[in-house]
């Protein structure tokens, strides 16, 4: 039986205010195609689905579009809810879903969902008793067990003792409170940060760093498919894995390889390989004077022109416009830095400039440089108002 893996889809999400739309679907019809191509039984979407509780329409016009043509080539759909789902929301029909083989986690009640399958796909009604694990059959089941991204606090609920902030506890104990029997194969999707892992700009990170949990948390199950990482790595485990995010969400990504994982699920044990997914778009760092990259773009490809762009400016004054000029050349520019402002350096001729300048003006220099653009009507009256603010307050 093979299984495709695949998470944080984050459908809807914005970079740096450009719709991803277009690249999502372009990516999620090569998994479409990869799920065909392998003859996959199932797809396992661990989570963070949408890129926030309420998504617009244009993406959840594209995972219904994407779940239809996906049902056409898999008998079976996992999906579970991560950190930037609506729970809730996502989870609206799962019972009536269930019978056309689209099986979503219902709203965190203390216990994991258990989907069956059995070796031909099938999807068995009861759980046979598992046969042992130095004597398993062809024609042994597999359980998939799905559990949506839950905190401490959601665990409180169902089991008082524990601590306010112990993931790993409270990760533990929704396992052990689902009778999982480890003499079966099991299969667990998990939406969780395990301990150690690398992240990435694109993820949130809660103040603290309190929510890690241990890879032991997971011991016993067959693999562990993960999401809410957005770099493919294993987890403690090389049958724990993220699968990473199928695009790059942030800059900090660029050199990252995206991929889903086919997780063949055998008698002797678990074989995991990695497919490429290709991007419409690369995410690309270029830097150098403003002169310099505006005469290398007619050098470049026009694959690595149209790629998403950030420009690390070396030049040692500000440049006028630099984003609306070098997306003459680069059409998908989306940001522009100056190298000496990163370092703690300044973009201004000198002390008695600045001095002579009012607090506002200042800002907006600050502003442009940081950005590459001027502040909106809005933003300047926000900025007008809170440094009138200050100033009031100082009085």
């Known amino acids: 039986m093979k299984l495709i893996h695949i998470s944080d889809l984050h459908l809807g999400k914005r970079f740096k205010e450009r719709s991803l739309i277009e690249d999502q679907k ?11 191509e392998e003859k996959a039984t199932g797809v396992m979407i661990a989570g963070d ?48 879903m269930e019978k056309g083989g689209v099986h979503l986690s219902p709203c965190f009640d203390g216990r994991m969902k258990k989907v ?20 398993r059959t062809e024609e042994e089941p597999v359980n998939i067990w799905m559990l949506p991204f839950v905190k401490p606090v959601h665990v ?23 009778s999982v029997d480890f003499a079966e194969k099991n299969i667990l999707m998990g939406h969780q940060y395990v301990t150690g892992s690398e992240r990435s700009e694109s993820e949130e990170v809660p103040v603290g760093g309190l929510d890690g949990v241990s890879a032991e948390a997971f011991e016993g199950f067959d693999y562990v498919a993960l999401g809410h990482l957005h770099k493919a790595q294993p987890a403690g485990g090389e049958n724990i894995r993220y699968c990473g995010s199928p695009l790059r969400y942030s800059f900090s990504e660029e050199k ?26 690369d995410v690309k ?25 950030r420009a690390e400016l070396t030049d040692k004054e500000y440049i006028p ?20 402002v990163e370092r703690g350096g300044s973009l201004f001729a000198g002390r008695d400039e600045v001095e002579e300048k009012t607090p506002f003006e200042y800002l907006e220099d600050f502003f442009r440089a940081m950005r ?24």
């Open 256 to 281: 990252d390889s995206k991929q889903l994982l086919v997780v063949e699920i055998k008698n002797d044990g678990v074989e995991i390989e990695s497919r490429e997914l290709l991007p419409l778009r």
């Open 49 to 96: 689905i949408y890129d926030k509780p309420v998504p617009p329409g244009e993406a959840v016009l594209l995972f219904d579009e994407f779940l239809v043509r996906l049902r056409e080539v898999c008998d079976h759909i996992f999906i579970i809810s991560g950190n930037h789902d609506s729970a809730e929301r996502l989870s609206f029909g799962n019972r009536i």
């Open 116 to 135: 069956t399958l059995r070796a031909d796909g099938e999807q068995a009604e009861k759980v046979a008793e598992g046969a042992p694990a130095g004597d």
């Open 156 to 178: 409180r609920e169902y089991f008082e003792d524990l601590e306010r902030d112990d993931y790993t506890g409270a990760i533990k104990w929704v396992i052990e409170n689902s």
């Open 372 to 395: 590459g653009r001027e502040m909106t009507g809005e933003q300047k009256a926000i900025a007008r108002q809170a440094i009138q603010k200050i100033w009031e307050d100082e009085e």
């Open 321 to 340: 416009d630099a984003i609306q000029r070098l997306r003459s050349a680069y059409p998908n520019i989306l940001e522009v830095r100056y190298e000496d």
């Open 26 to 36: 372009h990516v999620l019809d090569q998994i479409i195609r990869i799920t065909e």
């Open 285 to 309: 760092t270029i830097k150098g004077t403003f002169d310099q990259l505006m005469t290398e773009a007619h050098k470049m490809e026009e694959g690595q022109r149209k790629a998403y762009i």
